[in-house]
């Protein structure tokens, strides 16, 4: 008996083991918090499954840098994409608010749009207060553009990001620092820049 069962009897131990392997698989996977990514959003969804499914069918060392790889490019793509702005107006003038950032990925298409916005004559002034970054390549577009609409100012959060535009090319008397309504910003900056420059100009005695 033992002899006529042996080719079924010897695949046990490895039944039992994939069994194993199965169940612990089954305890790794949390189904539940993948429902819960698909119904947030279904294309994020569909990549922790493939990824999922990666792991189980291949291996580790490729569905994690698969996963990882097409995520940064769901994030870049988005980040290409996103264009938060809006027009606000203040009774006889008009504010271009950038809620984006400002980076070589999103330079081309936030430029056309502001063009698209400064055709409006009562826009003058461009609001960067609550956009989240700004690098070399959106400080210089930004500058460039502004040439053609001296009368236009830009708004900023923070000292930091006056100098990026300036040393981009954008005269700083075009550039204020939001302040809180109550202290001048941009006046008490100037003033910190002209004490540095006076203690600069001072002589130095041995």
């Known amino acids: 008996f033992i002899v006529i069962l042996f080719p079924l009897v010897s695949m046990l131990p490895l039944v039992a083991l994939a069994a194993v392997l199965m169940?612990?698989?089954?305890?790794?996977?949390?189904?539940?918090e993948?429902?819960?990514?698909f119904r947030i959003d279904r294309t994020e969804g569909f990549?922790?499954?493939m990824t999922t499914i990666l792991t189980v069918t291949i291996d580790?060392?490729?569905?994690?840098?698969v996963g990882v790889g097409l995520m940064l490019l769901m994030a870049i793509r988005r980040m290409v994409n996103e264009k938060h702005m809006d027009i606000v107006d203040y009774g006889n003038r008009s504010v271009i608010m950038v809620g984006s950032s400002m980076t070589f990925l999103t330079g081309a298409t936030l430029k056309d749009e502001i063009i698209r916005h400064l055709a409006n004559p009562r826009v003058s002034e461009i609001d960067l207060?609550?956009?989240?970054?700004l690098d070399a390549s959106g400080a210089m577009m930004l500058a460039e553009l502004l040439k053609a609409y001296p009368d236009v100012r830009v708004t900023v959060a923070s000292s930091k990001r006056m100098d990026q535009l300036r040393h981009a090319g954008l005269p700083a008397e075009k550039i204020t620092i939001q302040g809180n309504g109550v202290v001048d910003m941009p006046s008490v900056y100037q003033g910190i820049q002209?004490?540095?420059a006076s203690k600069e100009a001072l002589p130095s005695y041995p």
Do not use: D, G, W, Y
């Open 23 to 32: 169940l612990t698989a089954k305890r790794l996977i949390e189904t539940e």
């Open 34 to 37: 993948i429902r819960r990514i």
């Open 47 to 49: 990549l922790v499954l």
């Open 60 to 65: 580790l060392t490729v569905s994690v840098p």
């Open 129 to 133: 207060a609550k956009s989240p970054s």
């Open 194 to 196: 002209n004490l540095a």
